[in-house]
């Protein structure tokens, strides 16, 4: 297995002493080269178990596992991609692109690298702008450059499109999607957009409750890209909606 997540919990400390336990319990496998989908309600512990996964936090008890190794922190091997894109004002695009690797001494084959991404992500005449003369459409194209440049094991995204939109977030789905085809790494996408999360994974993990813990996991099983409009994507889409309705009619599940 690429990852192991073992019997995962985290509890945040409060003021005056209260705490809350946002993750509990939390036990699943990912293979090499999957595409997985934690999908959830907002709220849910979705984004901190992709910080857990990138090695920005530390679970309360439990271990992740990658390759074999306990995940004690960050690592260029897990490349994450946020909601909102985080570029640096004062550099341009091919430079934000590039910044990480040149800040670890990544070179060799650099410039052969950007320029595919960049024609991939159509920020082909781009090169040069500046943060402030893109779009947040293209904006994000730059960050999703930025993440896979160093050629990543492991993508983590954190509800990457969540904020575009429709138009802008098709095209960097199917991007996305067209990309991992090619290159393999193992993708985690947060999600509460149902839709999506089918429409992106071969497998998804349904989160819910309060603490949050694992509902249900779907193997989804749809050659790309995919219909909305199919009856086979309608009936996982129901699949879906009934067992959340379960787990929110019984509480006593969590």
Known sequence: MKIRIEKISKTFHLPAGKQLTALEDISFSIKDGDFVIILGESGCGKSTLLSLLAGLMS?????????????????????????????????NVEENIVF???????????????????????????????????????????????????????????????????????????????????EKFTAVFVT?????????????????????????IFDIDL????DVTSKVFFDIRTSILKRLKEAFIDKSNF
């Not at 999506?196 to 989160?207: D, S, T, W």
């Not at 050659?223 to 995919?226: D, E, F, K, L, V």
């Open 192 to 216: 509460h957009d149902i839709d999506e999360a089918i429409l992106m994974g071969n497998r998804i993990v349904l989160l819910g409750g309060r603490p949050s813990r694992i509902v249900e």
């Open 59 to 91: 679970p309360s008890s439990g271990e992740i596992w990658v390759d074999g190794m306990r995940i004690t922190g960050p690592h260029p091997s897990r490349s994450i991609l946020f909601q909102q894109p985080s570029l640096l004002p004062w550099l």
């Open 100 to 182: 990480g690797c040149r800040l670890r001494g990544e070179v060799k084959n650099l410039k052969f690298r950007v320029n595919q991404l960049i024609d991939i992500m159509g920020l082909s005449g781009f090169e040069q702008n500046h943060p402030s003369e893109i779009s947040l459409g293209m904006a994000q194209r730059v960050c999703l450059a930025r993440a896979l440049i160093g050629h990543p094991g492991i993508l983590l995204l954190d509800e990457p499109f969540a904020s575009l939109d429709t138009f802008n977030r098709t095209h960097l789905q199917e991007e996305l999607i067209e990309f991992w085809e090619i």
């Open 223 to 226: 050659s790309y890209p995919r």
